[in-house]
């Protein structure tokens, strides 16, 4: 069974994302989801905004897929955008996972026995 990998990645919108205007962020968000996102279709994409519940970060996005090698590609990627450059947002932390991980652990201790 093909191992999932999610990444919890937690993020500050900064002052110059918030500077622009909500048709200025739909806009480049779009650009990114087809300059980046569309070239690493086994990662999917999930973003929450959390900044209403939570002080320590205002969004979260989580990567799942199958391929560490295309989510740290996609990574990359955004590093070399506005995402990251400006920046538009800064990351306070990554929590890396594997869904269901236990799963595949007890059954290599299982064999073992």
Same mark, same amino acid.
């Given at each position: 069974?093909?191992r999932?990998?999610? =990444?919890f990645?937690?993020?500050?919108a900064?002052k %110059?994302?918030?500077? @622009?205007?909500?048709? %200025?962020?739909?806009?480049?968000?779009?650009? !990114?989801?087809?300059?980046?996102? #569309?070239?690493?279709?086994?990662?999917?994409?999930k973003?929450y905004?959390?900044?209403? =519940?939570? #002080?320590?970060?205002?969004d !979260?996005?989580?990567?799942?897929?199958?391929s +560490?090698?295309?989510y740290?590609?996609?990574?990359?990627? @955004?590093?070399?955008?506005?995402i990251?450059?400006v920046?538009? =947002?800064? +990351?306070?932390?990554?929590f890396p996972?594997i %869904?269901?991980?236990f !799963? %595949?652990?007890? #059954?290599? +201790? #299982?064999n073992?026995?």
């Open positions: 069974m093909p999932k990998y999610t =990444f990645v937690h993020m500050n900064t %110059e994302w918030l500077s @622009l205007s909500r048709e %200025e962020r739909t806009q480049y968000f779009e650009s !990114i989801q087809t300059d980046i996102f #569309s070239k690493y279709p086994s990662v999917s994409i973003l905004d959390v900044e209403a =519940f939570s #002080s320590k970060c205002s !979260i996005a989580v990567y799942e897929t199958e +560490i090698q295309d740290y590609f996609l990574i990359d990627a @955004l590093r070399d955008s506005k990251y450059t920046p538009y =947002f800064e +990351i306070v932390d990554i996972a %869904e269901e991980g !799963i %595949e652990y007890e #059954s290599s +201790i #299982s073992n026995v």
